[in-house]
Nanobody
Framework: VQLQASGGGLVQPGGSLRLSCAAS??????IGWFRQAPGKDRELVAF????????TFAESVQGRFTIPRSNAKNTVALQMNSLKPEDTAIYFC??????????????????WGQGTQVTVSS
């Protein structure tokens, strides 16, 4: 599975940004986003089942981020609202080849997209 992420950029605190990830070349059961800030470990942001029946979010983004997905278009997005400077990071799309828990560890990810930089600053 190939994952192509897009949509990063610079946004002011309180603003919104939408990332998109297009999947191709195979099937996946779970898909979502990780992020990595300078000097920090890569952390799960949000993950969703392919069916969309279940999703999970990091506590730090709960209520601010959503994870829309379209099976028809084979895409998943990360809609980020009320952005904070601490959301600044490189964001990575990720997918899993098997069903399972949505609390995916970065070391277990089967497929990675390239990172896209998100900077929240005034």
């Amino acid at each position: 599975v190939q994952l192509q992420a897009s949509g990063g950029g610079l946004v002011q605190p309180g603003g919104s940004l939408r990332l998109s990830c297009a999947a191709s070349g195979g099937d996946y059961y779970r898909i979502g986003w990780f992020r990595q800030a300078p000097g920090k470990d890569r952390e799960l942001v949000a993950f969703i089942t392919r069916s969309g029946s279940s999703a999970t979010f990091a506590e730090s983004v709960q209520g601010r981020f959503t994870i829309p997905r379209s099976n028809a278009k084979n895409t998943v997005a990360l809609q980020m609202n009320s952005l904070k400077p601490e959301d600044t990071a490189i964001y990575f799309c990720a997918a899993m080849s098997t069903p399972g828990n949505l609390l995916v560890r970065s070391t277990d990810v089967d497929y990675w997209g390239q990172g896209t930089q998100v900077t929240v600053s005034s």
